[in-house]
C-alpha cells in the first residue's frame, strides 16, 4: 500500500472541492490504551472503526484514522447543500448517543471500552489530492478548524463554527445547540469566531471566552519513600495550590531514580483526563487524586527500593 502510495504521488494534482469536515475523537482513548492489553485495543479500535463507517457513514467518499479517531470528508453541491448539512448533522448526533454501546453486542469486545466521543464540523472549500481518480488526501484551513474544533467538544459532544450554516438544519435539530463565541489558538487568537456546541453534552471552559494569552504553569510537587507511597491506600490525594486553567492540560510527573543506574531519573507521566486517576473540587479547594495501586504496579517494575524517594509533581495552566 505504501508503494502504491508513492508511486500516486508522482502524479499527484490539486483540486479545490466543496466539502463537510468531520473530526471525531474518542474521549478516554489514551488512559483505555494505559490499562487494557494491547491486543485487546486493537480489536476494539478495529471493530469501532467498521461499525461507524458501515452503519453511519455508509456514503463518505474519504476518511483516514487519526490515532484515536478518524477524519471523514462528505463532498456537497449547491443543489443538496441543505439535506447533506441536515443529514451529517443528524448522523453525528445518533452516533454520539450510541457511541458508548457500539461493541455491545460484539463478542469480541468482552471488556471495558470508552464511553464519550467528541467531534468537530467544519464547513468550506478544501483541496483535494489525486492521482489516477484516486483521492490521496484532503487538505486545508478547514480541516484544522475541524481538528481544533473536536478539541473543544468535552466531556463530549458536537461543535461547530458559524459558517457551517446553523439555518441549514432543522428547527428541532437546531434547538440541540447553543451559541458562543470563542478564541482558538492557531485560528483565533485575537478575535473571536462564532461556534455552536450541544448543550447536553458540552461545556466550553472559560479560558476559550477570553483572548488567548500564553498560560502560567504551576508545578505543585509532593516527596514520599517508596514505602511511604505503598502506605497510601487507596488513594494518594494531593491539593492544588492554584485553580487549574484547564484540567485537561493537567499532567501528574511522578520520578524516581533507577536503583541500577548512575544519574539516571526514571520519569511516568498521566494526562488528565484518565481512566483511574481524577481531578476533584470541593469548595474552593482542588485536587487530583491519584489511584495509589495503579502507580505502585507501574514503578514495580523497575525494583524500586523501600526507602527511595518518589518525586511528584502536578503541573497544570493557571491564569
Known amino acids: 500500500m505504501h508503494k502504491e502510495f508513492l508511486k500516486l504521488l508522482e502524479k499527484a494534482t490539486g483540486r479545490s472541492e466543496h466539502v463537510i469536515a468531520v473530526n471525531f475523537d474518542i474521549r478516554g482513548f489514551t488512559p483505555f490504551c494505559e490499562t487494557e492489553d494491547s491486543l485487546n485495543v486493537a480489536t476494539y479500535i478495529t471493530r469501532v472503526y467498521l461499525k461507524i463507517l458501515n452503519d453511519y457513514f455508509k456514503n463518505t467518499s474519504f476518511y483516514k484514522p487519526t490515532g484515536d479517531g478518524l477524519i471523514i470528508i462528505i463532498p456537497y453541491e449547491t443543489e443538496n447543500l441543505r439535506e447533506v448539512a441536515d443529514s451529517t448533522i443528524s448522523t453525528c448526533l445518533n452516533l454520539l448517543e450510541k457511541f458508548g454501546s457500539l461493541c455491545k453486542e460484539d463478542p469480541m469486545v468482552n471488556f471495558p471500552t470508552p464511553q464519550k466521543i467528541g467531534i468537530g464540523l467544519t464547513r468550506g472549500s478544501v483541496c483535494c489530492i489525486t492521482s489516477e481518480d484516486k483521492i490521496l488526501d484532503y487538505s486545508g484551513r478547514k480541516l484544522n478548524l ?16 458559524y459558517s457551517y450554516g446553523i439555518d441549514l438544519l432543522k428547527d428541532e435539530t437546531k434547538e440541540l445547540f447553543a451559541e458562543e463565541n470563542v478564541y482558538v489558538r492557531g485560528v483565533a487568537e485575537a478575535n473571536p469566531i462564532k461556534i455552536y456546541y450541544t448543550r447536553q453534552y458540552t461545556l466550553i471552559p472559560d479560558s476559550y471566552k477570553e483572548p488567548l494569552k500564553e498560560p502560567v504553569w504551576q ?31 493537567i499532567t501528574v510527573r511522578i520520578t524516581h531514580d533507577d536503583p541500577d543506574l548512575e544519574d539516571v531519573e526514571v520519569y511516568h507521566d498521566y494526562k488528565f483526563p484518565h481512566k483511574v486517576h481524577k481531578y476533584k473540587r470541593l469548595g474552593t479547594k482542588h485536587h487530583v487524586v491519584l489511584d495509589t495501586p495503579h502507580i505502585i504496579k507501574d514503578l514495580e517494575k523497575y525494583g524500586i527500593p523501600d526507602d527511595m524517594e518518589i518525586r511528584i509533581a502536578v503541573i497544570y495552566p493557571t491564569k
Do not use: C, Q, W
Open 146 to 161: 475541524a481538528s481544533r474544533l473536536m478539541d473543544l467538544a468535552r466531556p463530549s459532544g458536537i461543535v461547530l463554527d
Open 219 to 249: 508545578t505543585d510537587r509532593s516527596e514520599y519513600t517508596f514505602k511511604e507511597t505503598k502506605g497510601m491506600l487507596p488513594h494518594l490525594e494531593l491539593l492544588l495550590s492554584k485553580k487549574p486553567l484547564d484540567i485537561n492540560k
